[in-house]
């Protein structure tokens, strides 16, 4: 069926010429040629018009292609689906998936091709994300929006080294955190941004702000932002000062819990319940006193290894005490204070594609083209979003 549809398809392809480019006189029309197509499911044989200059003395003639008629031979919407499972899958796995779609082995759908894809239109959205969103593109105005920078770690090529660092950001308004039920919440509408680029955080720093944009941040928006207290996170975020109207800066409750709980597990039985009353304190929003136990709770440790691990919550929470706020008084209000609601972004977003195979190792490249599409998925764009960046991808746009 297919193929009597491109038969009668074929015939209304325009190659472009209406004149001999070489004389100027007009043409004949001289048989078809045969072109490679893949569409979604299947290969397809194209005949397309050929034609040949009248003028006897003029040896002109065209040997059109879909290639040269379209800038490719492949469907965009399998280029689409190539790069969807590109992005979501191994590559590998995205070939045995595309393979099990179409009931059959195909060529054009080898890992090889699936990678070169996702990277040449991951490698479009980079280049788009570093452009101001269109209005089109940004809600209304909003009053307040939240923002999570956090990072992750993803193994490398590189001998020399283990892995390299990703910043991921999330921008959403308030109104769109909907209860899922008791212990679990979900972000229904949100901007994501991330970045593999080691061009000190410049990359970030840019999609953060046009993430932010896209969620309706203006210079009378108030902005509550969560980090897990590393200096880079810090500064991605204090890049929104003279974008927004204010800027809260809370570290993150999630983080504190966890650093608590690390600790809880290798203090003395003894020292437990006073590691309790400090998290208690630094929850109401005393964190000068619960430094202050902190630092006694430090002293009493005999063990110089278990010393050491509270003596690294400690200096966690003394590098972070200007952004240490009542967590009780924001929760009592319904204000945001933890990023739990968010916090599986790291783990679906980068970890499951870049960590999920020990043999897996990426260059910062290769990492940062694929997380575009994964981001923009996350985002909710990438269902109206993808034929640009598809289409510049298979030179078919400009």
């Known amino acids: 069926m297919q193929n009597l549809v491109l038969a009668e398809q074929s015939k209304l392809i325009d190659t472009g010429y209406d004149v001999c480019p070489k004389c100027g006189q007009k043409l004949i029309k001289k048989g078809y040629t045969q072109s490679k197509f893949h569409a979604v499911f299947s290969d397809h044989k194209v005949g397309i018009q050929k034609h040949k200059c009248r003028n006897p003395e003029c040896d002109w003639q065209s040997t059109p292609t879909t290639t040269s008629v379209f800038g490719t031979s492949i469907h965009p919407d399998l280029a689409k689906l190539q790069c969807s499972q590109g992005a979501m899958y191994s590559y590998r796995e995205a070939q045995s998936n595309l393979e099990k779609l179409t009931v059959h082995h195909r060529l054009v759908n080898n890992h090889n091709k699936i990678k070169l894809m996702t990277n040449q239109v991951g490698a479009v959205l980079a280049k788009e994300n570093l452009k101001l969103p269109a209005a089109e593109e940004c809600v209304p105005r909003a009053t307040e929006v939240i923002v999570q920078v956090d990072g992750g770690h993803i193994p490398i090529k590189d001998k020399d080294k283990r892995s390299f660092e990703v910043l991921s950001a999330i921008v959403y308004r308030p109104e769109n955190i909907c209860t899922i039920d008791q212990h679990h919440r979900k972000i229904e509408s949100k901007s994501c941004a991330f970045s593999a680029q080691d061009d000190g955080l410049a990359t970030i720093k840019t999609y953060l702000f046009h993430a932010a944009l896209k969620q309706g941040m203006d210079k009378n928006t108030v902005v509550t932002a969560l980090a897990d207290g590393a200096l880079n996170c810090w500064s991605v975020i ?40 400090v998290k208690w304190t630094l929850w109401h929003g005393k964190s000068e006193e619960a430094l202050s136990n902190l630092k006694i709770l430090m002293t009493s ?28 008084q924001r929760e009592q209000q319904n204000q945001t204070y933890t990023s739990q609601v968010a916090e599986s972004h790291i783990e679906s977003i980068i970890n499951a594609r870049h960590k999920k195979s020990g043999k ?33 991808a298979l030179g078919v746009a400009a």
């Open 238 to 277: 204090l890049s929104l000062v003279p974008h927004c109207r204010e800027l809260i800066c809370i570290l993150d409750w999630f983080h504190i819990a966890k650093k608590f709980q690390n600790v809880r597990g290798t203090v003395e039985e003894s020292f437990q319940d006073t590691l309790e009353r």
């Open 301 to 328: 440790v005999t063990d110089s290894s278990k010393r050491k691990k509270v003596a690294a919550l400690y200096n966690y929470l003394s590098q972070n005490q200007a952004y240490l706020v009542n967590y009780q």
């Open 360 to 392: 897996m190792q990426w260059t910062r490249e290769g990492a940062h083209k694929v997380l575009q599409i994964r981001g923009s998925i996350a985002s909710n764009e990438w269902s109206n979003g993808w034929q640009e960046p598809v289409l510049i």
